[in-house]
């Protein structure tokens, strides 16, 4: 039965008979999707991470009995907009993980707020210090960066030599020459599950849509390139075995690579020491990709 079914029904549900339920299940997962506390997609499974979610729910509205779906709950789901949920918010400071926090926000992106969760962002032509570069093409000259929202505030745990874009020789030389090479898009995409790189290494491997700028004039820029969106371009967050900063050579045609394996091997225990994959080894990760002279405009090193 659906959402509206069961509230007219007066039935009360265990945990493991919602989650016996596709249907009830799926639109529970909805509701939760809408008011931000599970990430998508709908699964149809009710799992530890939307059983959690649905808890998470009921303390928030102050739901009497936490774990069971009764009348109450289910009125809730149904009536609650996601402006009526008490909602803890990062308070951001203007050190540079508030500052990419804030542009978040601005951005509308999701957050993901609670301890040992960890946001995954990439800004490109960023030093690490937050000072903006020139972008040269064919460099090591992004950040990878791991934010964790500790009592509120955002704290960097992890901030690494890294590439957004494909180095000069896929650029010149695209794996399909038809189309061009691959230029992700900056945005934020949950397209990321914990796997191995070309079976090599472990490493965060494209399952789900993302969107690129095909460089089919092969000019290294993304301005006027068409949109692709797709699910099996594997555009996977690995290494690059220390190449040198200098110069990328084969090790990225559009995929986001950290350049040290050292410090890709942290980037790697410390994703999945995060509780949600903890939860569930098949969990997706989201990946948030923005400019840096964009975050810097908006907000400024003060």
């Known amino acids: 039965m659906d959402i509206y079914e069961f ?10 008979q919602i989650a016996a339920d596709e249907e009830l299940t799926t639109d529970i997962q909805k ?24 808890k998470e729910f009921q303390t928030r509205m102050n739901c009497p009995e936490i774990g069971v779906l009764d009348t109450e709950t289910a009125k809730k789901l149904i009536e609650t907009d996601p402006s009526e949920l008490p909602q803890p918010q990062p308070k951001p ?7 990419i926090i804030k542009y978040m926000l601005v951005k509308n992106y999701h957050i993901s707020s609670k301890p040992s969760e960890y946001n995954i962002v990439y800004v490109e032509g960023m030093d690490a210090d937050g000072t903006e570069n020139n972008d040269a093409p ?3 000259n992004d950040r990878r960066i791991v934010i964790e929202i500790v009592n509120s505030i955002p704290k960097i745990i992890g901030n690494w030599e890294a590439t957004t874009e494909p180095g000069t020789f896929w650029t010149n030389n695209p794996m399909n020459p038809n189309i061009g090479a691959a230029r992700i898009k900056f945005d934020q995409f949950k397209s990321w ?37 797709g699910s ?9 075995n220390d190449a040198p900063r200098h110069d990328i050579g084969r090790w990225s045609a559009g995929c986001l690579v950290g350049r040290s394996k050292a410090e890709h091997n942290k980037f790697m225990e410390i994703i999945m020491q995060d509780r949600r994959y ?3 080894n098949n ?13 810097l405009k908006q907000f400024p090193i003060i």
């Not at 099996?232 to 690059?240: E, K, L, R, S």
Request: charged letters at 25%; aromatic letters at 10%.
């Open 283 to 295: 969990y997706i990760f989201e990946t948030t990709i923005i400019p840096g002279d964009d975050l």
């Open 232 to 240: 099996n371009f594997g555009i996977n967050q690995h290494h690059a």
């Open 93 to 99: 400071g203007d050190d540079l993980a508030g500052r």
């Open 31 to 54: 509701v939760l999707i809408w008011l931000q506390l599970l990430d998508s997609p709908v699964d149809k499974k009710f799992g530890p991470i939307t059983t959690e979610a649905f």
């Open 193 to 229: 599950r914990v796997g191995k790189h070309k079976d090599q290494f472990p490493a965060l491997v494209q399952v789900a849509d993302l969107t690129v700028h095909r460089d089919f004039d092969r000019n290294g820029i993304r301005t006027n390139d068409k949109l692709d969106k």
């Open 138 to 140: 064919n460099k090591f």
């Open 7 to 16: 509230y007219q029904s007066g039935e009360k549900y265990s945990i493991a």
């Open 278 to 280: 903890k939860l569930n």
